[in-house]
């Protein structure tokens, strides 16, 4: 899962317990079990996603304004598939990433999980791939054209699973967590890719075998806090205080039962504003529970186990690698969509809709598009072709990935407005500053056409917004205010 770069900003208030960039809704057409998408995987080479992609993620790596694909390979040549602007896919000969260790007999490191961001801060998106079972990671600098070339920066080696991009001591430089087997590191950048290891004053002891990072403010106090998902060990929560984490447990529940956690996804599931945890389970180990579990926030960062209430046992039993947020029914909650590791011949892929207060059912299985898909390592969202509606792109284990494209064909324009909420932004498009005025006190959010949270505040008359570093696109603004009027507003970045 890509760790962009966390860093909030304090020019406009955040409405507690909201993360920026870390919720995740989808603009999708209304129909309930309506198909909603199409397959569009003849338009990538699916060929070369036959082996094990074990990580997806999407970025502007070329400069031209729209989405990329990276791809993270087990043992194999992790690719980026450079897109056209219209949602078709290409390998460059001229722009294939390099093999960092070229004696071993395979072409590429055993990577796990994908970080993107400026890490020598020359203006372009960087890479960084994590390793598990070759001990290698790998930096790559872009050269603002999607070509790359390895960081002169050698990290230490060691069984990584998850990265974490963050800025750790507000420098303004992208700092990296890697998630260990063994105790996480902590690497801080200088601003030009070059890092200090300070581990030992900024993060605990611990030898839990660390699957997921995630960033939120847990306990409210205004900095981005970890949930820590660990395969062995149970999840762990870590506060930060000026950059240095402590374990702060107390707030989880006490399970009875060892876990095995692959993916932590956070989502509002039931609607009262804080950010609620999901964890992706898997059962491979004979001593672990291979049930997803929902934990709910009480508002203040501590959780509520609510899973044997409010999930489907029948699904959520099975082996989740990956549980993606959106609202896939557009009624105003948090729906998940999950990858699972299933006996061939049944379908690893699964829609659970929200009933608004965090109770999931079991979309029929008509929703998505039927496709061979029976080891679904992950699930990843992003407005691939361009119309501003964010598709899907699936993940698997030795078989091929699948890209599903929303039938929608336009997002431009005002939807779900109501003339009593009387919401404006403007200009549209923007460039520098995005303004916004809403007729009585409500609650702002924007999302980008991933669906993912921009920025969420509390407005009361009229506000302005520095979108300037925001990647071009198109945007959606959501206005509610304290009688429950509600209108959406599209915007384009430019």
Known sequence: MMRIFLRASRKIKYTTGFAP???????????????????????????????????????????????????????????????????????????MLPEYDTSDNFPGEDSEDIGIADFDG?????????????????????????????????????????????????????????????????????????????????????????????????????DLDIFEGAESGGSNIYLNEEGVF????????IWPFAMETRKVSLLDADGDGDTDVYLSNVGWSPLAAGIDRLLLNDGNGFFEDVTTSNLPGNITNETTLEALPLDFDQDGDMDLIL????????????VLLNDGNAKFTVAPESVLPQANFTQGT??????????????????NYNQQ?????????????????????????????????????????????????????KWSGEVERAGELDVSRWAKGAYQAHYQNKSGTVSTQLFIKV
């Open 21 to 95: 960039l870390l919720s995740i809704t989808l603009l999708m057409p209304l129909g309930l079990f309506a198909q909603n998408y199409v397959d569009a995987t003849n338009q990538m080479p699916a060929a070369f996603t036959s082996g094990a992609t074990m990580d997806v993620e999407s970025a502007d790596l070329d400069g031209d304004g729209d989405l990329d694909l990276v791809l993270a390979g087990e043992a194999l040549e992790n690719l980026i598939f450079f897109n056209d602007g219209s949602g078709h896919f290409t390998l460059d000969p001229e722009r």
């Open 339 to 350: 990858t699972q590791w299933s006996v061939p011949g049944s379908r690893a892929c699964h």
């Open 246 to 253: 402590t374990e702060a447990n107390e707030r989880l529940p």
């Open 122 to 222: 020359d203006g372009d998106l960087d890479l960084l791939f994590v390793s598990e079972d070759t001990p290698n990671h790998e930096l790559l600098l872009n050269d603002g054209s999607g070509k790359f070339t390895f960081a002169n920066y050698t990290f230490p080696q060691s069984i990584g699973n998850a990265v974490l991009v963050m800025d750790i001591n507000a420098d303004g430089s992208p700092d990296i967590i890697i998630g260990n087997k063994g105790n996480n590191t902590v690497l801080i950048n200088d601003g030009g890719a070059n890092f200090s290891n300070e581990t030992v004053d900024r993060w605990p002891n611990n030898a839990d075998s660390t699957q997921d990072l995630k960033a939120f403010d847990i306990d409210n106090d205004g």
């Open 401 to 453: 990935d699948y890209l599903f494209f929303s039938e929608v064909a336009s997002a431009i324009g005002t939807t779900g407005g109501n003339a009593e909420a009387d919401f404006q932004v403007f200009p549209n498009p923007v460039q520098e500053v995005l303004n916004f005025s809403v007729g009585s006190p409500g609650q702002v959010q924007i999302f980008d056409a991933a669906g993912r949270q």
């Open 378 to 395: 992950g699930v990843h969202a992003n407005d691939f072709n361009g119309d501003g509606i964010a598709d899907l792109y699936l993940a």
